[in-house]
Protein backbone atom coordinates (compact mmCIF):
# COMPACT_ATOMS: atom_id res chain seq x y z
CA UNK A 1 0.00 0.00 0.00
CA UNK A 2 3.02 2.35 0.77
CA UNK A 3 4.67 1.91 -2.36
CA UNK A 4 1.27 2.78 -4.35
CA UNK A 5 0.63 6.01 -2.24
CA UNK A 6 3.90 6.70 -3.38
CA UNK A 7 3.61 6.73 -6.94
CA UNK A 8 0.10 8.39 -6.74
CA UNK A 9 1.86 10.87 -4.42
CA UNK A 10 4.32 11.49 -7.15
CA UNK A 11 1.38 11.54 -9.87
CA UNK A 12 -0.41 14.10 -8.07
CA UNK A 13 2.30 16.43 -7.22
CA UNK A 14 3.60 16.18 -10.74
CA UNK A 15 0.27 17.32 -11.93
CA UNK A 16 0.20 19.85 -9.48
CA UNK A 17 3.42 21.87 -9.62
CA UNK A 18 2.84 21.43 -13.91
CA UNK A 19 -0.57 22.92 -13.93
CA UNK A 20 -1.82 25.15 -11.11
CA UNK A 21 1.15 27.77 -12.34
CA UNK A 22 0.19 27.79 -15.88
CA UNK A 23 -3.50 28.18 -14.83
CA UNK A 24 -2.93 30.83 -12.57
CA UNK A 25 -0.94 33.22 -14.90
CA UNK A 26 -3.88 32.13 -17.65
CA UNK A 27 -6.49 33.69 -15.15
CA UNK A 28 -3.78 36.53 -14.54
CA UNK A 29 -3.65 35.96 -10.75
CA UNK A 30 0.30 36.04 -10.82
CA UNK A 31 1.44 38.61 -13.15
CA UNK A 32 5.55 38.09 -12.08
CA UNK A 33 5.98 34.93 -12.84
CA UNK A 34 8.73 34.79 -15.34
CA UNK A 35 9.43 32.10 -18.57
CA UNK A 36 12.58 30.42 -16.73
CA UNK A 37 10.35 29.72 -13.90
CA UNK A 38 7.80 28.70 -15.42
CA UNK A 39 10.29 26.27 -17.54
CA UNK A 40 11.52 24.90 -14.54
CA UNK A 41 7.96 24.41 -13.26
CA UNK A 42 7.11 22.34 -16.13
CA UNK A 43 10.49 20.54 -16.09
CA UNK A 44 9.66 19.68 -12.11
CA UNK A 45 6.18 18.12 -13.30
CA UNK A 46 7.25 16.17 -15.41
CA UNK A 47 10.02 14.83 -13.91
CA UNK A 48 7.43 13.88 -10.72
CA UNK A 49 5.43 12.10 -13.54
CA UNK A 50 7.99 9.88 -14.59
CA UNK A 51 8.88 9.16 -11.31
CA UNK A 52 5.26 8.15 -10.59
CA UNK A 53 5.48 5.80 -13.76
CA UNK A 54 8.91 4.19 -12.91
CA UNK A 55 7.11 3.42 -9.43
CA UNK A 56 3.84 2.74 -10.39
CA UNK A 57 5.68 -0.10 -12.87
CA UNK A 58 7.74 -1.41 -9.99
CA UNK A 59 4.67 -1.94 -7.92
CA UNK A 60 2.89 -3.67 -10.09
CA UNK A 61 5.86 -6.37 -11.11
CA UNK A 62 6.22 -6.71 -7.67
CA UNK A 63 2.73 -7.46 -6.80
CA UNK A 64 2.33 -9.79 -9.78
CA UNK A 65 5.54 -11.81 -8.24
CA UNK A 66 3.72 -11.91 -4.97
CA UNK A 67 0.76 -12.93 -6.75
CA UNK A 68 -1.60 -9.70 -5.48
CA UNK A 69 -4.41 -8.57 -7.38
CA UNK A 70 -3.12 -5.22 -9.14
CA UNK A 71 -5.86 -2.54 -10.90
Keep these: ?3 RM ?3 GL ?3 GLTI ?3 PLL ?7 FELSKPTVMIL ?3 GVVFLLLG ?3 KR ?14
Design 1 to 3: MHN
Design 6 to 8: SYL
Design 11 to 13: KIL
Design 18 to 20: FIV
Design 24 to 30: LKALGIL
Design 42 to 44: IIL
Design 53 to 55: DVL
Design 58 to 71: KYKRKAQKSGLKVN
